[in-house]
């Protein structure tokens, strides 16, 4: 069983430009979420997908947006990049059902670096 | 609002140790508690989720236990090894189906 993929894993970039990042989920999982991890913020939540709606969002500017496919894969694009966007984009999937049993599953992240 | 807490930040100890990482909780209206490991740099690696209807979940070296009504978690780690060295995260999954982070204990085995 694959586990969730993201796209590519490290980027450059300089200010002003924009980036799409990928995110494939684990088959049959539906919940996509985001996340933005730095040293002196840690792990931060961006937003969540679920059935290609957003579900929830972050404290983020109108600057970072996502969406969901039909198949469950998602992008999502950081525009007008600042330096202060340099992080590891953190990509999990899941269920996304109230069970209790959403266990969520990581992908290896895409390293951005804002030049 | 939930507010997750883990203590302490970072621990270091000599191999072999038995050790326990605490997790804390403000509001016990959770879905499930689940722990993680980060290396660095890399992506987080699920460990263990316990459900809110459960105390404790074991695997290998690794035993969860959950306590809702205190807003508590620990992560019993038996016998580490340097393997083991890593930042661990613990995180509740709210009523909006949102994942609350505590800022992770880094911790170090000395061979």
């Known amino acids: 069983k694959a586990g969730v993929t993201q796209t590519p894993r490290y980027l450059i970039k300089t200010r002003g430009q924009q980036v799409t990042l990928s995110c494939s989920p684990i088959s049959g999982h539906r919940s996509v979420s985001w996340y933005q991890q730095t040293p002196g913020q840690g792990l931060q939540f961006l937003f969540e997908?679920?059935?290609?709606?957003?579900?929830n969002k972050g404290n983020f500017p109108g600057r970072f947006s996502g969406r969901q496919f039909s198949n469950s894969r998602s992008e999502m694009n950081v525009s007008t990049l600042e330096l202060g966007d340099s992080a590891l984009y953190l990509c999990?999937?899941?269920?996304?059902?109230?069970?209790?049993?959403?266990?969520?599953?990581f992908g290896q992240g895409t390293r951005l670096t804002v030049v | 609002k939930q507010e997750v807490t883990q203590i302490p930040a970072a621990l270091s100890v000599p191999e072999g140790e038995n050790l326990v990482l605490n997790c804390s909780f403000t509001?016990?209206?959770?879905?499930?508690l689940q722990w993680f490991r980060q290396d660095p740099g890399k992506g987080l690696t699920s460990l263990l989720l316990?459900?809110?209807s459960q105390r404790e979940q074991t695997s290998g070296r690794l035993n969860a236990s959950l306590d809702k009504s205190s807003g508590r978690s620990t992560l019993y780690i038996a016998a580490s090894q340097p393997g083991d060295s890593a930042t661990y995260l613990c995180a509740v999954e709210d009523s909006n189906y949102q994942l609350i982070w505590g800022a992770g204990t880094k911790l170090i085995i000395k061979p």
């Open positions: 509001d016990s209206a959770i879905y499930n």
């Open positions: 999990a999937s899941s269920l996304g059902l109230s069970s209790g049993l959403t266990e969520a599953f």
């Open positions: 997908y679920f059935s290609e709606t957003q579900r």
């Open positions: 316990i459900q809110s």
